[in-house]
Structure formats: structure tokens, C-alpha cells
């Protein structure tokens, strides 16, 4: 069974930055996609940012130019490069990996933005 351990979050100023770490306990090439999702209070959760096994990435619109997906294969491990956070960042932020037979999540992690 595949383990996704998320870590990073925390509380930041308005303009600040986090880094999110998602650790597989397998080889991340098992996954055709990974997946940061996120869900405020009260909202759907909401898929963030995506890397593909080739390594393409994709962004929710309110996010571009102001994060960034990555990965390190030797680690196992998805990243999520957070700058300039608003408030509106604000929520549980979710690890997601998709194999063809299942999809897999970590716990969450929150992150709150707020002065």
C-alpha cells in the first residue's frame, strides 16, 4: 500500500512563502500524474498543480506565476514552492497520486496565511 506523507505547512505572513513536501514510499514513476490539491473551510476541495510521469505540470489559474510543482525522483518525493501567499491560500493542503488501478492520499497539511 502506498504511503503519501505531506510536510511543510504552517502560518505565513500575506507575501510570504512555504515549500510543500509530499514523500512517497514507492518510486513516484509508479504514479502517470501527481497532484496537489487544496480545501478552504466550507469549499470543494480544489486540484491545485499537476506533474505527469514526463515531468509536464499544470496550474489552477489563480495560482500561476506564483507556484511551482516539482518533483526529485531519487527522493520519491512531489514538491509545492508557494510564493507570494494570500489569504485566500488559506486551506488543507492535500498530496494525490494516480496509478492506473488507484489513486492514493496523503493526510493534509494546513497552511493559513493571515498578518
Known amino acids: 500500500q502506498v504511503q503519501l506523507v505531506e510536510s511543510g505547512g504552517g502560518l505565513v505572513q500575506p507575501g510570504g512563502s512555504l515549500r510543500l513536501s509530499c514523500a512517497a514510499s514507492?518510486?513516484?514513476?509508479?504514479?502517470?500524474?501527481m497532484h496537489w490539491y487544496r480545501q478552504a473551510p466550507g469549499k470543494q476541495r480544489e486540484l491545485v498543480a499537476s506533474i505527469t510521469s514526463s515531468g509536464s505540470t499544470n496550474y489552477v489559474n489563480s495560482v500561476k506565476d506564483r507556484f511551482t510543482i516539482s518533483r526529485d525522483i531519487a527522493k520519491n518525493t512531489v514538491y509545492l514552492q508557494m510564493n507570494s501567499l494570500r489569504s485566500e491560500d488559506t486551506a488543507v493542503y492535500y498530496c494525490n497520486a494516480d496509478s492506473i488501478t488507484k489513486s492514493f492520499w496523503g493526510q493534509g497539511t494546513q497552511v493559513t496565511v493571515s498578518s
Open positions: 514507492g518510486s513516484i514513476f509508479s504514479f502517470f500524474a
